[in-house]
């Protein structure tokens, strides 16, 4: 039977001088000196405070643009781990936010030494054997041809009738008399007095009116008013021959 004759620890007084041991927490007739040399050489190390160590180190690559060979960067137990520091890693985590898997570039050169395969030789493992390639095509046309016309020369040309709008239409407007009654005949046609004209938008005309005493009545719609002002002002205040009058439809 253990003897009850320990003594007691002392309590707290504030200053840092007590350590942390793990036997305060066993019953009186459990602090023998064998469990309390078994508790100093194990649980007491892991209960100490540790101690603050100011390093002023770099972390990370050295093979950044920014490395200066002067600089003190912090080394580490291995070549792997001091060549790889600062690594993206890998996270999966569950609905909850906990973490079920974590691994970096180490854990898996590591895997596979540990599988018996060699990791001497990084760039032996990593090397691919297939390669990303951008064709620079229509991925929808490509996997849903059938949605889609094909034409190897292009499309149809679409006719659109009407003068192109570089070239200048010139119409000759002259006088004509039957039986007293006056009309306009307008040439290229020559033969249909007072005509209908079917002007394109964008194409510009000129007129050519050779009937300077007899006024001239275009109707453009919602134009025809400031037109018909327009030529009586003209005619009537001057005397022509012949009036050139250029306008874009």
């Known amino acids: 039977m253990a003897k009850n004759d320990q003594n007691e620890f002392p309590l707290p007084n504030g200053s840092n001088s007590n350590k942390r041991e793990s036997a305060r927490h066993l019953p ?26 100011k390093i002023s180190s770099f972390v990370g690559r050295k093979t950044a643009k920014s490395y200066v060979k002067d600089d003190n960067y912090l080394s580490d137990i291995s070549a792997d781990r001091t060549n790889y520091q600062l690594e993206p890693a890998s996270i999966i985590q569950d609905s909850n936010g906990n973490v079920d898997y974590h691994a970096d570039y180490r854990d898996y050169i590591n895997q596979i030494a540990n599988l018996g395969g060699s990791n001497i030789n990084h ?61 306009y005949v307008f040439t290229p046609d020559g033969l249909t007095n007072n005509p209908i004209l079917k002007l394109y938008r964008g194409v510009k005309y000129r007129f050519e009116i050779k009937s300077w ?30 009036l050139r009058l250029i306008f874009f439809a």
């Open 28 to 53: 009186k007739y459990f602090r023998t000196d064998k469990n309390q040399k078994f508790l100093k050489s194990t649980l007491d190390q892991v209960l100490q405070p540790g101690v603050a160590e």
């Open 213 to 242: 005493s007899f006024l001239l009545f275009i109707i453009l719609n919602l134009f025809a008013l400031q037109l018909y002002l327009l030529f009586n002002r003209v005619l009537l205040t001057q005397s022509y021959q012949m």
């Open 123 to 183: 760039g032996r493992n990593t090397k691919e054997e297939f390669y990303s390639w951008d064709p620079k095509i229509d991925w929808d046309k490509f996997s849903n041809f059938r949605e889609y016309y094909w034409l190897p020369n292009g499309p149809r040309s679409v006719f659109i009738p009407g003068e192109q709008k570089e070239i200048t239409s010139t119409y000759t407007v002259e006088l004509a008399e039957a039986l007293g009654d006056y009309s």
